[in-house]
Structure formats: structure tokens, C-alpha cells
T-cell receptor
Framework: DTGVSQNPRHKITKRGQNVTFRCDPI?????LYWYRQTLGQGPEFLTY????????KSRLLSDRFSAERPKGSFSTLEIQRTEQGDSAMYLC?????????????FGPGTRLLVL | AQSVTQPDIHITVSEGASLELRCNYS??????LFWYVQSPGQGLQLLLK??????LVQGIKGFEAEFKRSQSSFNLRKPSVHWSDAAEYFC???????????FGKGTTLSVSS
């Protein structure tokens, strides 16, 4: 068990550019979550996958955001036409589906700065 | 809708002193409650969780939390704080579907020597 990994750890981009982040969950975990954390705030839920199916999306996930988990393993989060308001820490978490709420294990995050 | 309130933005405690971080939640049914800790540059690490049963929950690093339904609270405690406990602490409640966590804004803990 190597934990949840995220790449890159830091990303600086100019407004209007597209960025893509990757998350590799814990190997036997079939649920994967994306959260966004802005300065001074707690993480906010963006979206959730069970295997390759995206089952829930927050209203925070605007049309410029898209997430995929093509083979039910790693996931990518893409932001198109970035805006300064997208600057935040993007956190990925994974869990193993069961009959009740499972513990979500978080990765170190990708910190995005949009100039 | 579910929500979590952490009334204290920043707390400073002397090393060796006791600690209590407050958390209040809003949820209609029996909640699933969590405390996470985040150190600078690190992800969130689970300290403890409450699903049901004994209302006093033990976690890692000597932390414990008590679920009080009558007060809608889930306060985190530690009897003796170490300098390495300085970090940001988040309380969270699971949403009704059990698919997402709703976090409070966090409490920053500073430890003075």
C-alpha cells in the first residue's frame, strides 16, 4: 500500500491555458474522489467515481472542468481555459466500496496557481 | 443540507497542555463524523472517525473525540500536546449518500514552548 499519489505536485499556468492533473489511488480502492481546497477553507467536494463510472458531480464543477477514470484505476482532472479563481489545491482521495461509509484516504494534492 | 462549523480559526496551546478543538455539525440522522489533520505541504491524514456505538472514539497520535448528539458536537481532544501537533485540523461529516465529505473551514493549531 503506497498511498494515494498525485502529479504534478505544483503547477503554474497562465490564464486561459488548459491543465491536467493525475491521481493514482490505492490499488484495491474502487472509489475515487476529487476535492478542491482554497486558502483558509476546508476541502470542497467536486466529483466521485465508482470504478470507471462518474456517479456524482458538484455544482462547483463547471463546464470547464472534466474528470475521467477510463479503466477504473487512475483518474485525470482537466481544467480548460483556466481562470485566476481556479487557483487552489486539488485533492484526490480513494476508498474501498462497502456497505457503509468508508474512510477516504487523501493524496498530497496538486497546488495550482493561475497567473 | 449538512454542514460543519469549526468556531475557532486559530488556537495556540503550550506544549504539554491539554487541547480541545470544537466541531458542530448539522445533520438530520445519525452522522458519520471524521477528524483529519493537514500539515504544511501534506495531504489530509485521518485521525479518527465515528460511525456508531461508543460515543468516545480513540484515534491515532493520542487523540480522542466525543460525539454528543444533544449538542450536535464532535470535539477533538488530546491530554498533552506536542510541538509536532502543530497543523491544521478539519472536522467533516459524510453527506446523506455517504459519497462525499463535507468539511469545516478548519482550525489552525500552534504550539508554543
Amino acid at each position: 500500500d503506497t498511498g494515494v499519489s498525485q502529479n504534478p505536485r505544483h503547477k503554474i499556468t497562465k490564464r486561459g491555458q488548459n491543465v491536467t492533473f493525475r491521481c493514482d489511488p490505492i490499488s484495491e480502492h474502487n472509489r475515487l474522489y476529487w476535492y478542491r481546497q482554497t486558502l483558509g477553507q476546508g476541502p470542497e467536494f467536486l466529483t466521485y467515481f465508482q470504478n470507471e463510472a462518474q456517479l456524482e458531480k458538484s455544482r462547483l464543477l463547471s463546464d470547464r472542468f472534466s474528470a475521467e477514470r477510463p479503466k477504473g484505476s487512475f483518474s485525470t482532472l482537466e481544467i480548460q481555459r483556466t481562470e485566476q479563481g481556479d487557483s487552489a489545491m486539488y485533492l484526490c482521495a480513494s476508498s474501498k466500496a462497502g456497505t457503509r461509509m468508508e474512510t477516504q484516504y487523501f493524496g498530497p494534492g496538486t497546488r495550482l496557481l493561475v497567473l | 443540507a449538512q454542514s460543519v462549523t469549526q468556531p475557532d480559526i486559530h488556537i495556540t496551546v503550550s506544549e504539554g497542555a491539554s487541547l480541545e478543538l470544537r466541531c458542530n455539525y448539522s445533520y438530520g440522522a445519525t452522522p458519520y463524523l471524521f477528524w483529519y489533520v493537514q500539515s504544511p505541504g501534506q495531504g489530509l491524514q485521518l485521525l479518527l472517525k465515528y460511525f456508531s456505538g461508543d460515543t468516545l472514539v480513540q484515534g491515532i497520535k493520542g487523540f480522542e473525540a466525543e460525539f454528543k448528539r444533544s449538542q450536535s458536537s464532535f470535539n477533538l481532544r488530546k491530554p498533552s500536546v506536542h510541538w509536532s501537533d502543530a497543523a491544521e485540523y478539519f472536522c467533516a461529516v459524510a453527506n446523506q449518500a455517504g459519497t462525499a465529505l463535507i468539511f469545516g473551514k478548519g482550525t489552525t493549531l500552534s504550539v508554543s514552548s
